[in-house]
Every structure is written in C-alpha cells, then in structure tokens.
C-alpha cells in the first residue's frame, strides 16, 4: 500500500492524532500522537525514501514511498532507496540538480534487470554521504547493479560501499565538487571518463577500476587494503599521473594488453605492494617507488604481468623492501645500472636491457629464478658489455 501524506488533526478533547491517505484503498488510519512520535524517532526515518516505480522521474512524488507528504529526496540528509529491480528502470533526473546524503542500492538484480541514473546531478553531501550498492542474484553476468550517466557532485568525502564481492556499480558520467572519494567493501566501481573532484581517493576494499588515467580527479591517492585496475577495451597507453602511496597491502593491476606508467609515492610500514594479478597481465612502468624506506620494512610482489622498472635507479631501490617476491610466468625488466634484492622470491624472470653480473658473477640478459628463496641478490651493470 503505497502511503501518500500524515496530516494532524485535533481530536474532540484537545490531543493531535494523524491519518494517512493512501492512493489506493480510501480510508483513515488512526493514530496517537504519542504513537507517532515514536515512529517517527525510532521506527521511520522522516528523511527516508524508497523508489517503487510509479514514475521515471526523479521529481515525481508518485515515484517515492515516504513519510515525506508529497516529498521526494532532495537534501542533505534524505536517503534514496532503491529496492532489488524488477525490471529496467531509467530514473530522469530532468536536467535539475537533487541533493542526498545516501544512494542506497540493495542489489538482487537478475536478467537484463537494472537501474539507471541520467541527465541531471546528484549532489552528495550531509554527514558521512555514502553510495552503497549491492550484488546482482545473477552472480555470472557481467553487468552493473547500477549504472549512472548523470554527474555526481561530492560535496563532502563520499564513501562508494561494494557490499559483495559481486557487487558492481558503473559511474560513466563525471565526478565533481570539493569532497574525495572512498571506497570501501568488497565490489568493483568502474569510472569510465576524466573527472574533477578534488579532495582525492582513497581506495579502503573492493575494486576501483578506472578506464582514464585522470579518472582520479585531484588530490592525494591512497590504497589501503583494495585495488586500483586500469582497464581499457583498446590498446591505450596510461601514463603520468596517478602517484599513489600505498598506506596497507593493496594491489595494482593493469588488465591483459593494457600498459600504464606510474610512481609510487611511498609504501607504508609493513605494507605489501601488488602488481599485477593471475588474470590481470598488462605491463605496468614503474619510474618511482619513493620513501619505501628500510625502517618501513615493507615488501614488494609482482603477481601478474611485467613490471619495468622506469628509472635507472629504481632497480637499486629495490633492495630496501625487506622481500621480493615474483609469481610464476611474471617478467621484471631492469635498466642498465642493476638491482639489489633482500628474501628474493618465485620463479618469474628478470630482464635487463644489458647483460648483468648476479653477485658478481656474469649471466645473460634474462634469468629466470627457481622456485626458491634468496637470502640477498645484487645484479650490477656488465662494464664490458658491448
């Protein structure tokens, strides 16, 4: 029964009572005013709102089930709800501009079932603005829960909650305003286009899959505990910025065919910085691996793809991670001046694009490691190469 307005009204000995008309049985629901007030501060949220499909529009209070009379969600603290899809919703923001404090999608989707969010913008802002969004019941369709054309507008760090390892969330319009990003959870959001927003990223869980290299608008870059995977359905280079700190283990992945240059701005105490995957095969350049200092012990693992190590130094610098690790079928590729390793790991294959000397003694250009653990290694620039 879908509730339209809570009017007051006196009754003959002087208490307020409320009724509440609906749209589609005629009648008059009694109740105490005590009773209302209870409900509304423990029971229902005055600024909750939920989507059941009676428009496609964004303004039409025929769209809401709220205890809202004729409300829809436009403020900063109103929470949008959208219930499992029973089919494919376009919601049409109409060019206008709402304001929300949560976008609440519950997930459950099957089929070609799904919502979708254009022309217009969604301004996030209130206290701790969040997206939650949920997992489709068809868990072996690659297809996103919830994809939004509109702009976002951040007007306050917005944390984007992947609450399931299937839960996927498509953002193809741009990203705006002073707040950050945050992602938390176990999902994938996917950013398709350059944005704007300026108050950075950081990546807490789940999967941030990005498909411009200025998809991180501005501000610092942290991964601390997820994922950053670039992808690109085409053959493009990513290159310059993003410069990332890695604060807690977290991964970076460029997907098979796909190549991108990035510094990494520091790793933290103790952390473990991932590159690459199993399935993630690109060819990451890295030209900067920063303050990865000895104190910080932190440890380095290639699990996918090749790494190439951008800058003639940067080898060298390896040997402040107290390990190093490398998966099986992985490539590292050296400059010139060599590289030095502490607890050197796997059986990938180093690289070099001159012969190099492995603890003084020569070998060819490529080595490949066995499946065992080295204590320390130094390769060092073969003086008499040709």
Same mark, same amino acid.
Do not use: C
């Given at each position: 029964m879908r509730q339209r307005s809570i009017h007051p009204i006196k009754s003959?000995? +002087? !208490?307020?009572?409320?009724?509440?008309i609906t749209s589609r049985v005629n009648r008059i629901l009694f109740a105490s005013a005590s009773t209302t007030a209870i409900l509304l501060s423990s029971g229902v949220n005055a600024q909750t709102f939920t989507w059941d499909g009676g428009s496609s529009d964004w303004a039409n209070y025929f769209a809401w089930l709220s205890s809202i009379p004729d409300g829809i969600p436009d403020s900063p603290t109103a929470e949008a709800i959208f219930p499992t899809p029973p089919g494919a919703f376009a919601i049409n923001l109409g060019f206008n501009t709402y304001t929300v404090n949560r976008l609440t999608f519950q997930g459950g989707a099957t089929?070609?079932?799904?919502? %979708?969010?254009?022309?217009?913008? #969604?301004?996030?802002? +209130? !206290?701790?603005?969040?997206?939650? =969004? %949920?997992?489709? /019941? @068809?868990?072996?369709?690659?297809?996103?829960?919830?994809?939004?054309?509109?702009?976002?507008?951040?007007?306050?760090?917005? *944390?984007?909650?992947? *609450? @399931?390892?299937?839960? =996927?969330?498509?953002?193809? +319009? #741009?990203?705006?305003? /002073? %707040? +950050?990003?945050? #992602?938390?959870?176990?999902? *994938?959001?996917? #950013?398709?286009? !350059?944005?704007?927003? *300026?108050?950075?990223?950081?990546?807490?869980? %789940?999967?941030?899959?990005?498909?411009?290299?200025?998809?991180?608008?501005?501000?610092?870059?942290?991964?601390?505990?997820?994922?950053?995977?670039?992808?690109?359905?085409?053959?493009?280079? =990513?290159?310059?910025?993003?410069?990332?700190?890695? @604060?807690?283990?977290?991964?970076? /992945?460029? !997907?098979?065919?796909t190549a991108m240059t990035l510094g990494i701005r520091s790793v933290g105490n103790g952390a473990t910085a991932h590159i690459g995957t199993s399935s993630d095969t690109g060819t990451i350049t890295l030209t900067d691996i920063g303050s990865a200092g000895a104190s910080r012990r932190p440890s380095f693992a290639i699990d996918g793809g090749t790494v190439i190590a951008g800058s003639s130094l940067l080898g060298r610098m390896f040997g402040v991670f107290r390990s190093f690790s490398m998966a099986p079928d992985t490539v590292l590729e050296l400059s010139s001046w060599g590289a030095d390793f502490n607890n050197l790991q796997g059986a990938g294959t180093i690289g070099a694009i001159a012969p190099l000397s492995i603890n003084g003694v020569m070998q060819q250009r490529l080595c490949t490691l066995e499946p065992t653990a080295v204590t320390r290694m130094t390769l060092m620039e073969n003086s008499s190469r040709q």
């Open positions: 003959n000995r +002087g !208490a307020e009572i409320s009724f509440k089929g070609d079932n799904r919502y %979708g969010i254009f022309s217009g913008t #969604l301004a996030l802002a +209130g !206290a701790d603005p969040t997206v939650s =969004f %949920g997992a489709r /019941s @068809d868990t072996g369709r690659q297809l996103a829960e919830v994809t939004t054309s509109a702009t976002l507008r951040l007007d306050a760090t917005t *944390t984007f909650d992947g *609450t @399931d390892p299937n839960s =996927f969330m498509v953002v193809s +319009g #741009l990203i705006q305003g /002073s %707040g +950050g990003l945050n #992602l938390t959870g176990t999902g *994938t959001l996917q #950013l398709d286009r !350059a944005n704007t927003y *300026t108050g950075g990223t950081t990546i807490s869980g %789940g999967t941030l899959d990005i498909r411009n290299v200025n998809a991180l608008g501005s501000g610092p870059i942290s991964l601390a505990g997820g994922h950053l995977r670039f992808t690109n359905p085409g053959a493009s280079v =990513f290159s310059g910025r993003p410069d990332f700190a890695i @604060d807690r283990d977290g991964t970076i /992945s460029a !997907a098979a065919g």
